[in-house]
């Protein structure tokens, strides 16, 4: 029993839906319109940041906490999460984390002199922030992502001529009527740790000259034992600077910026990561 629980205490994934699953009771006061008493609760758990894991939540496998640990989040407990953690999304992203990316991808193409653009697909596109930041740069828009909750709340704000509820890597290894000029994966390899699938399916999907930006939570242990990805204390991979370089070149992919940048913040402290814009060029 001892061994069990020590298991338990260093299994990294036992943490997960406590650490996205904030706000289910702010959510229930909203929707009985105690909205002063949803807000005040919110407040309280955003301070706490974390909670009781229900009883409803999914559990992992033994075999699915090994693949989480060493590849990627198992997909089903992926688009669980987000089920969950839909309706508030946007407000705890950019009012409390200060989530940077989608300004950034929007000054930086700029600066860049790049675009505009005639199709976007915006891998793991979330309620549509990335999106929302490049109106005026792009004219069809594409979204894909793995939970419909997230999907709803993007098409509530009508900014995608496309949705698609879909594994990523699912999605990419369809045949498509068409390529696309621009493709965008912001906050989605966290939760991927080897990333060459994903390269290969982008590389599948994205015109020649087409423009690659994504970010990438920055391992930053450069020593020579160093992985090429980890999972870290929050529960998501973070990568090394040579290993997204290594991939970029691998799958023919030149950058034009890379560069390192403060994500957001996670409990008031700075989460570096890299923001990368690449041209598709293949030999």
Known sequence: ????????????????????????QALDLKASKE??????????????????VSEQEPELSLHDTQV?????????????LF???????????????????????????????????KRLLDLGCGTGLAAEALQEQVSHKTGVDISKEMLKLAQDKHIYN???????????YQNHAYKWDLVVAA??????????????????????????VFSAEALLDQTEEAPDYRM??????????HYLRN??????????????INLRKERETPVPGYFVIACYKPK
């Open 1 to 24: 029993m001892d061994n069990d629980k020590n298991e338990e205490q260093t299994n990294p994934l036992e943490d997960i839906l406590r650490h996205f699953k904030l706000y289910d």
């Open 35 to 52: 909205f002063n008493a949803a807000a005040d609760h919110l407040l309280k758990r955003l301070e706490q940041d974390s909670g009781e």
């Open 68 to 80: 989480a640990t060493s590849e990627s989040l198992p997909t089903d407990y992926v688009s669980a």
């Open 83 to 117: 089920d969950q953690k839909a309706e508030l999304f946007d407000l705890k992203l950019i009012e409390i984390l200060k989530y940077s990316v989608p300004r950034k991808i929007h000054q930086s193409l700029q600066s860049n002199n790049l675009g505009p653009f």
């Open 162 to 172: 496309e949705y698609h509820l879909s594994e990523i890597n699912a999605f990419l």
């Open 187 to 212: 906050e989605l390899f966290p939760y991927f740790g080897a990333l060459e699938e994903a390269f290969e399916g982008i590389r599948r999907n994205i015109e020649e000259d087409g423009i690659f």
């Open 232 to 241: 870290s204390d929050t529960h998501r991979f973070s990568h090394t600077e």
């Open 247 to 260: 991939v970029l070149k691998q799958f023919g992919f030149t950058p034009v910026e890379f560069s390192q």
